[in-house]
């Protein structure tokens, strides 16, 4: 079912009602006549009783965070989102900075909207930007990326075993467990989405 609503904030918006279970982060809802984005959103299924939906939210028009929590089935209203290709040019104090490739038109996002994600963040990186109304409401990484390991344990001959996992500090700030024959200067490769360790890097 679509509606459109005419409401000041929800001018033109294209709203398609489904259940709350399918919501995920980048999302765009309406609530109460206002548009949110969500931030997070993960379904709980109890043993007993009935299943929810949590979502975390950002209200779009002053950036009040919210959560609200649906029964899966729950019919919610869901806005038309545009996923966007942008590569990442820098960051200052006004935001994150993106260009599009093909018109090299930019877009300064802000800290609200890429949060945590900003340690990922390197020179020319292509990135998705969901974008509604304009305005970008949600950024998505690459599923992976390389970085280059700064401080770790020294690596011991022989130690081969995964259990033995050892931390190590990249050259982006982010603490990674890695195997015991990564020492430092080895570009590795990891995954964005848990900050783990994938292989190394074969460049």
Not at 14 to 21: D, G, P, R, T
Not at 33 to 39: D, E, F, P, Q
Request: with cysteine; glycine share 6%; hydrophobic share 35%.
């Amino acid at each position: 079912m679509v509606v459109r609503r005419p409401q000041a904030q929800c001018k033109d918006t294209v709203l398609v009602k489904v259940i709350a279970s399918s919501l995920r982060k980048g999302s765009v809802v309406e609530v109460d006549g206002k548009l949110y984005a969500v931030l997070s959103a993960e379904n709980f299924h109890p043993g007993k009783g009935t299943p929810v939906t949590q979502v975390d939210m950002r209200r779009i028009a002053d950036g009040v965070k919210v959560s609200e929590r649906w029964k899966t089935t729950d019919q919610v209203e869901r806005a038309h989102v545009e996923d966007l290709d942008y590569d990442f040019l820098y960051s200052d104090a006004e935001g994150f900075h993106f260009m599009r490739p093909e018109t090299y038109e930019q877009i300064t996002v802000s800290e609200d909207v890429v949060g945590d994600q900003a340690v990922y963040l390197q020179d020319g990186m292509r990135v998705v930007i969901k974008v509604h109304q304009e305005a970008a409401v949600a950024l998505e990484l690459p599923q992976k990326i390389t970085v280059t390991v700064m401080e770790t344990e020294p690596v011991v001959k022989g130690q081969t075993a995964s259990s033995s996992y050892k931390p190590a500090m990249c050259d982006n700030g982010l603490r990674v467990m890695v195997p015991p024959h990564v020492g430092v200067g080895t570009r590795i490769v990891i995954n964005t989405a848990d900050n783990s360790y994938s292989e190394r890097a074969k460049d």
